[in-house]
T-cell receptor, first 110, second 111 residues
Framework: KNEVEQSPQNLTAQEGEFITINCSYS?????LHWLQQHPGGGIVSLFM???GKKKHGRLIATINIQEKHSSLHITASHPRDSAVYIC????????????FGKGTHLIIQP | DTAVSQTPKYLVTQMGNDKSIKCEQN?????MYWYKQDSKKFLKIMFS???????INETVPNRFSPKSPDKAHLNLHINSLELGDSAVYFC??????????FGSGTRLTVV
């Protein structure tokens, strides 16, 4: 069983819909990351969270440390949001690497 | 441009060959990483370097060796390439308490 679990694995929605992607982790963490990977393959860091909530444009990320759960929300979704969204846990000291979820493949249809 | 740059972007080679992938960051980050993304798109840590010291080596065959000539570079050398090494390899860097920056990836195909 992976230490970082994401759901759903695949999500197709219509333009304008509110999107939620969930992430649960079983390890103790120092930070939780949300990443975006576009069809071209590049990976972009969206958020790094250790508590509470962060917002950037139409993207919102929340984390509940006690429940070991994080969510990524997209408001007013757009076809350009179509990508794979990956949750990753940073569980150790500053130099430890990330443990990744398997990703959520999001398609927003016009 | 401030970035993590890795070369080459594509690498096709025969089994048994030795190859290298280069990575450079000009962000002033103190830690660099190599990650492998397999055919199912699952990412996994291979190595991290902090101040030229290897911090993690996660069950990676010793045919893979990271080389860090300085804090801004972390190259990946692979000896005796095997078919199963075919994957996309990502270099990344980070600074403590800050997020990650990833390179654009190197797609390695072993034939």
């Amino acid at each position: 069983k992976n230490e970082v679990e994401q759901s759903p694995q695949n999500l197709t929605a219509q333009e304008g819909e509110f999107i939620t992607i969930n992430c649960s982790y079983s390890v103790g963490i120092s930070a939780l990351h949300w990443l975006q990977q576009h069809p071209g393959g590049g990976i972009v860091s969206l958020f790094m969270l250790s508590s509470g909530k962060k917002k950037h444009g139409r993207l919102i990320a929340t984390i509940n440390i006690q429940e070991k759960h994080s969510s990524l929300h997209i408001t007013a979704s757009h076809p350009r949001d179509s990508a794979v969204y990956i949750c990753a846990a940073h569980s150790g000291g500053g130099a430890d690497g990330l443990t990744f979820g398997k990703g959520t493949h999001l398609i927003i249809q016009p | 441009d401030t970035a993590v740059s890795q070369t080459p972007k594509y690498l096709v080679t025969q089994m048994g060959n030795d190859k290298s992938i280069k990575c450079e960051q000009n962000l002033g980050h103190d830690t660099m990483y190599w990650y492998k993304q397999d055919s199912k798109k699952f990412l996994k840590i291979m190595f991290s370097y902090n101040n030229k010291e290897l911090i993690i080596n996660e069950t990676v065959p010793n045919r893979f060796s990271p080389k860090s000539p300085d804090k801004a570079h972390l190259n990946l050398h692979i000896n005796s390439l095997e078919l199963g090494d075919s994957a996309v390899y990502f270099c990344a860097s980070s600074r403590t308490h800050y997020g990650y920056t990833f390179g654009s990836g190197t797609r390695l195909t072993v034939v």
